[in-house]
């Protein structure tokens, strides 16, 4: 007969038993909640990385598709096709800099110098004396008018952090690309049922939400670019080469991105055109706004994301809420995690399931070059 525990020293441990703490966690829902918050907190935590992570994303996948191709098509070796292809990226932006820096140093040094010009003769407008008799602190607005613009004259400080981390970003996707093998092997060691391996796990979806995201944006500007160009074209305006990469850049902001981009060619056309401009650019936002929430966003998304297009707008106002403007690049990588790892936890709840059955819950690997 086993001695009773409490006549065990203090130190020992009951016959046939597991320390508690390791059995409480061995229980589903307690590793669940725990592999959770860990997440979370790793999310929170590196918040400020976000913008690496999508630098990063991009860069790898862009080179898996760029130098891979050239190793799989001409059995080229990793480092060889990784140099062709910086090379040739290389090439395209220093001709694309060494032919636009002069104009875009120009039209910035026209935009700081003709800034006070154009608030002044804003003020001496017919409208401005009409809205100054409706609202008596019409001064207070102009003013703040060109304090925001000073700020935005600021922010060139965001964009050399940017810079940065699109710097480190490329790095870190040039040493993921000639180490991929390694980091496989690595990554394939890991049991997928242990809290490490879960996490690891669920890195990995969060980069393929992200990867998505970048590619849906993509889709969404070119589309945009595209749709509008016909129509600059036939109202004349000038800068139309300035003006397509603004609605490109624009169009990579989910669902508001259309409306800014909208707003600077509506100011544009009028000048341009009158109210005749005005009017088709503001109908030309307002389709170009519901081909992306109704039709190219639920088309493109719907495979990855199997929710109504309510949800998905409900989704990006509570994330707008809470985060902001950048609440709006989180709503779709938020739900496409939150279905993935929803689907981990039903296949672990099968029963008589195998552990095979969380690791097909994986998105499935780029193909490797060789």
């Known amino acids: 007969m086993s ?6 020293p203090p ?34 935590s590196f918040r400020h990385l976000a913008l690496l992570l999508v630098f990063f994303v991009t ?56 800034l006070p ?26 003013q703040s008018a060109e304090h925001y613009a000073a700020d935005v004259a600021r922010s060139a400080a965001a964009i050399g952090r940017a810079f940065l981390m699109a710097l480190i970003g490329l790095i870190l996707a040039i040493v993921y690309f000639l180490d991929e ?14 809290l490490f391996g879960t996490l690891v796990r669920w890195g990995e979806h969060l980069a393929e939400s992200v990867s998505l995201t970048v590619q849906v944006q993509l ?4 589309c ?28 990579l902001i989910p669902v508001v991105g259309n409306l800014i981009s909208g707003t600077v060619l509506v100011i544009l056309a009028y000048q341009v055109k009158g109210w005749f401009g005005v009017v088709l650019f503001v ?43 950048a609440g709006l690049f989180v709503s779709f990588p938020f739900l496409f995690l939150a279905g993935k790892i929803r689907s981990e936890f039903r296949a672990e709840d099968v029963p008589d399931s195998v552990p095979a059955a969380v690791v097909d819950a994986q998105v499935a690997p780029l193909p490797a070059a060789p």
């Open 3 to 8: 001695q009773p525990a409490a006549d065990l």
């Open 11 to 44: 130190n020992a441990v009951a016959p046939g038993g597991f320390d508690r703490i390791a059995r409480f966690f061995a229980e589903k829902t307690a590793r669940r909640a725990l592999a959770l918050l860990l997440f979370a907190a790793v999310l929170v």
């Open 59 to 114: 860069f790898e996948r862009a080179l898996f598709f760029t130098a891979g191709f050239l190793c799989r098509r001409f059995k080229w070796k990793r480092l060889w096709a990784l140099l062709a292809v910086l090379g040739l990226a290389a090439l395209v932006l220093g001709l694309g800099a060494f032919i636009s820096a002069g104009r875009v140093a120009k039209l910035v040094v026209e935009t700081r110098d003709g």
């Open 117 to 142: 010009t154009r608030m002044a003769a804003l003020r001496e407008h017919p409208w401005y004396a009409t809205l100054q008799e409706h609202l008596p602190d019409s001064e207070d607005l102009a």
């Open 181 to 194: 093998e390694r980091i496989k092997a690595f990554r394939d060691s890991l049991d997928p049922r242990t």
């Open 219 to 222: 889709v969404v500007a070119a």
């Open 224 to 251: 945009n670019a595209v749709l509008t160009l016909p129509v600059l074209l036939l109202i004349g305006v000038p800068r139309i080469a300035m003006l397509m990469v603004l609605i490109f850049v624009a169009g």
């Open 283 to 325: 109908v030309l936002t307002f389709v170009l706004h519901k081909i992306e929430s109704y039709y190219l966003n639920p088309r493109l998304t719907a495979r990855h994301v199997a929710l109504p297009g309510f949800v998905l707008i409900l989704s990006l106002i509570a994330w707008e809420h809470l985060l902001g403007f």
